[in-house]
């Protein structure tokens, strides 16, 4: 006769978020800020697409490439911020089986998405620095087509295992996520089986997109700036400089953001685990309200695009 199993066979069919599990009093608190955040996000992006939409002078690659940018950021946004809204206002902790491993997936695919397009704008800025005459021959609508096809066929396929790998655990005991959203790390630590490869797979595939974005962004900003150090020709350098500096900025803000989320998971010990919880949301948050800001704030066409339509509403 077998032993007598420690844990419940029952099948979940739904996890229970717990934000803040040590001071639940925040989330009346956290709400209006993030409500504000997300209604900036959705309305600076959205602004953003129909004013590249509608501008003829901004049906350029690098606009483009800038637009599939915004599309990421609000997908990212309305996958994240409208259920933990959901949660900070009724209560409703609730998320079904499947779309927890939808909300994971989601979340890993587009986040290395976002790095993956950023690594594409530094090429493009790369080459219209660095080899202006060839830029018109190089980026063009075709490369623009092909490069978004790669950005997400790379990383939906290579994130897709982490959370099938999390959905097919057995999940036979606590059903109560101590996360506002459904993480790979947070959900997986209540399976009752081992899950040594899923975190692996996770780290590896993780470290692997994001790290060789990262490595040929440093290397495009190098050339970069090795090309624009030689330039003599007065005000042409801080012309150079300001076409890629919003970029700059931007990967800059999102790579620091990642890193500093990064450092305080892998200190968890060491400090409260609802800071961990606030700052995974706030990655979600902040860099899509900043990105269209900061473009529209430092690009002249983008400026005058956004003007042009306001005086038309």
């Known amino acids: 006769m077998a032993p007598p199993s420690n844990y419940s066979t029952a099948p979940i069919s739904e996890f229970l978020l717990i934000c803040f599990p040590n001071y639940q009093s925040w989330q009346h608190w956290l709400s209006l800020p993030l409500s504000l955040l997300f209604l900036l996000a959705m309305g600076a992006n959205a602004t953003l697409l129909i004013t590249i939409r509608l501008e003829a002078s901004l049906h350029e690659p690098m606009y483009y490439l800038l637009s599939l940018l915004s599309l990421l950021d609000i997908v990212l946004c309305l996958t994240v911020i409208p259920k933990v809204l959901d949660i900070f206002w009724f ?8 779309a ?35 830029y018109p021959s190089i980026i063009t609508d075709q490369f623009v087509v092909k490069a978004t096809i790669f950005v997400v066929a790379r990383n939906g396929l290579l994130t897709m295992p982490i959370p099938i790998l999390s959905s097919r655990l057995r999940y036979c005991a606590e059903n109560i996520i101590k996360n506002c959203i459904c993480t790979n790390l947070s959900v997986s630590k209540l399976s009752c089986d081992d899950i040594t490869f899923n975190r692996l797979y996770q780290f590896v595939a993780g470290w692997t997109l994001l790290g060789s974005d990262l490595i040929l962004i440093i290397l495009s900003y190098s050339f970069i700036l090795k090309a ?24 800059l803000f999102f790579s620091t953001v990642l890193l500093v989320l990064v450092i305080t998971n892998l200190a968890r010990k060491k400090i409260p685990p609802d800071v961990p919880i606030l700052l995974n949301i706030l990655h979600h948050l902040i860099p899509p309200a900043l990105n269209p800001i900061v473009y529209g704030v430092r690009t002249k066409e983008i400026k005058q695009g956004i003007q042009k339509l306001l005086r038309t509403l």
């Not at 209560?91 to 499947?98: A, G, L, Q, R, V």
């Open 91 to 98: 209560d409703n902790k609730s998320i079904s089986f499947p």
């Open 100 to 134: 927890c491993f939808l909300q994971m997936f989601i979340m890993n695919s587009f986040l290395t998405m976002e790095s993956c397009t950023f690594m594409v704008m530094a090429y493009d800025r790369y080459v219209a620095i660095c080899h202006p005459l060839r």
């Open 228 to 251: 624009v150090l030689r330039i003599k020709a007065e005000g042409a350098m801080a012309k150079a400089l300001g076409t890629c500096g919003s970029h700059f900025i931007l990967i």
